[in-house]
């Protein structure tokens, strides 16, 4: 289980943590990612506290499902993982992962053939075998140990929190709290922030972060009026353009980072979460 994580020397995780406990200034919350791509873990790397959220219902198509590796060969694959009775209009805490081994045999013998002439592949496959061989039935915990485990591996300092219950009342009314904060602050209700933003200020004002970060993506939900309005500033991290060798195929970016990992190693991953602007 996740309590078994704490204790380890580098990244410090945290279960159940009361949000006046712990004061940060740079946050980052995001759904647990299956195997994400390097912005991701440059996302984690880049500020004081990653906060892994459940609290919100799953999306179709989730990244939180799958993701794409490149195998000798040259044809992109997508990697997945099975869930039980999945439904969309679930929250991410009460997905389940299909109870069968045979999935988890199915991936590990992709990544073995696809990958084992990579350069880094005797320093990636034991790492890649522990994870996928994590024994818990929820998506949301096996998410995060894969990402927990990741980040140790490349010695990340970054706090990061993956048990969130304490804001399950905040998602129960958020709507008409904030309904009545920001009447204040917005000039009309249409200005008021939407939901999404909404959660965000809300979390970063209780945990004291006075900088969000987002991924890229996030320019389309999120204004940086909205935040500086709460007193916040937002900034996204854009992924610089690099590339690496990836057998004898022609270079594809934002892979799973188990294709970083496999052609790039542990030192030179390191590297490249550094690989990355501040908009």
Request: glycine fraction near 4%; hydrophobic fraction near 40%.
């Amino acid at each position: 289980m996740f309590t078994d994580l704490c204790g380890f020397e580098g990244v410090r995780y945290i279960e159940n943590l009361s949000y006046n406990t712990l004061r940060v200034m740079r946050l980052a919350i995001m759904q647990p990612y299956f195997f994400p791509y390097i912005g991701y873990f440059q996302l984690i790397n880049a500020v004081d506290k990653f906060m892994l959220y459940e609290n919100v219902d799953i999306r179709k198509k989730s990244w939180m499902t799958r993701n794409i590796i490149l195998p000798k060969g040259g044809e992109l694959l997508t990697i997945f993982v099975p869930l039980e009775n999945h439904h969309s209009s679930k929250p991410i805490r009460e997905i389940r992962i299909l109870p069968s081994i045979k999935w988890r045999e199915n991936l590990l013998n992709k990544l073995f053939y696809g990958y084992k002439n990579a350069v880094f592949f005797d320093e990636t496959f034991p790492l890649l075998c522990q994870l996928i061989a994590y024994e818990d039935d929820r998506l949301h915990a096996f998410n995060c140990n894969s990402i927990i485990q990741i980040c140790m591996h490349l010695e990340m300092t970054t706090t990061i929190t993956f048990e969130h219950s304490y804001y399950l009342e905040m998602e129960n009314v958020l709507c008409r709290t904030f309904a009545l904060e920001y009447k204040n602050v917005m000039e009309t209700s249409s200005n008021m922030p939407d939901k999404k933003t909404a959660r965000i200020i809300n979390i970063c004002k209780h945990e004291g972060a006075t900088d969000y970060y987002n991924a890229i993506g996030g320019t389309e939900l999120y204004k940086k009026s909205d935040f500086a309005a709460a007193g916040n500033t937002l900034s996204f991290i854009k992924t610089n353009a690099f590339t690496y060798t990836q057998f004898n195929c022609s270079f594809m970016p934002n892979l799973s980072i188990i294709d970083v990992l496999m052609h790039c190693g542990k030192a030179k991953t390191k590297c490249l979460l550094e690989e990355y602007t501040l908009i």
